[in-house]
């Protein structure tokens, strides 16, 4: 592997707190040779009506609706910045929210994610400093004498890039590349495929509901999910794998383990792995974590109801 004397640290901030594709916020650091070269924030219009917004994140990071107004596109903000150097490694502080996010925002416009490696700081601050109380953005940064103000994107997105450059040194290595290898750690990558993760606003997400429907037949409402094999892989964010799989049984339906070709739905969430490539080699229907807490509120059905903002 050729080392990288250059990667880009990225933020993202979201306008709601159940929806992924909502970026409103966009911030970066460029890193070249172990020093910050350039860094900054775009503000994103997501796309949402003003009561979509999340008060919670809205509380969190300061950003309006009214404060987006005529900010670009997410994917006009995020090929503007990755123009910098095509396939450039990008590190994020907790990267499996901030690829979550770069996923579904690809998802929502059918476009195919570039071939995108990835590191996570976190992961790697818990390698290069183990006895760390935690490896949350803000003890980091307060450890290392880091400015920060936390949630502001490019604060937090400088911030990161210090860490990392940081972490880098408390390795013992010359390079991000070096580092992570030193540290039991490797690339992640993202990207060379067209997303078909579903949600809740995409056309394809009621692309298995009509025969799940007719599976399940007329079992009641308090087995919505009677006869369906429902497989979660990956990391969700509203509740553990063995709390989904427990709600799939209460409701009727079989948590499975494997994807086969009885499987019913693929639940994804994120770093999912081998599963996700074996439902789209046989068809499975996918969801996300979104159409998934909508499949449990209200079966198979809800995946036919329009989003009120499709």
């Known amino acids: 592997m050729s080392e990288s004397p250059i990667f880009l640290a990225v933020d993202f901030e979201t306008a709601s707190a159940s929806k992924r594709a909502s970026a409103c916020a966009l911030g970066y650091a460029l890193v070249v040779s172990g020093a910050i070269e350039s860094a900054g924030q775009t503000l994103i219009d997501p796309g949402l009506e003003p009561e979509l917004w999340s008060g919670v994140n809205i509380g969190i990071h300061g950003i309006t609706p009214a404060a987006v107004r005529g900010a670009p596109k997410f994917m006009e903000a995020w090929e503007a910045l990755i123009r910098i150097a095509p396939g450039i490694p990008i590190v994020a502080h907790n990267a499996s929210f901030d690829t979550s996010v770069l996923l579904a925002e690809y998802q929502r416009v059918q476009a195919q994610v570039p071939a995108q490696r990835y590191a996570c700081t976190v992961e790697l601050a818990r390698r290069a400093w183990p006895h760390i109380r935690s490896a949350s953005l803000p003890n980091l940064a307060e450890m290392l004498g880091i400015e920060l103000r936390h949630h502001d994107a490019g604060s937090d997105a400088t911030a990161c890039a210090q860490i990392a450059v940081a972490a880098t040194r408390q390795l013992g290595a010359d390079s991000l590349d070096l580092a992570l290898s030193k540290a039991g750690l490797t690339w992640r990558q993202l990207g060379g495929s067209r997303i078909r993760v579903y949600n809740l606003h995409s056309q394809t997400a009621a692309a298995g509901a009509p ?79 979104e159409a998934f807490v909508r499949l449990l509120e209200g079966g198979p059905a809800a995946l036919q109801t329009p989003s009120p903002n499709a």
């Open 211 to 289: 025969a799940a429907v007719a599976k399940r037949a007329d079992h009641g409402p308090s087995h919505p999910l009677f006869g369906l094999t429902i497989v979660v892989t990956g990391r969700l964010d509203s509740m553990s794998r063995g709390e989904a799989e427990e709600r799939i049984a209460a409701l009727g339906g079989k948590a499975g383990s494997s994807v086969t070709k009885q499987t019913d739905f693929l639940v994804v969430g994120a770093e999912a792995g081998s599963k996700l490539v074996r439902a789209e080699k046989l068809g499975t229907p996918i969801l996300d974590e």
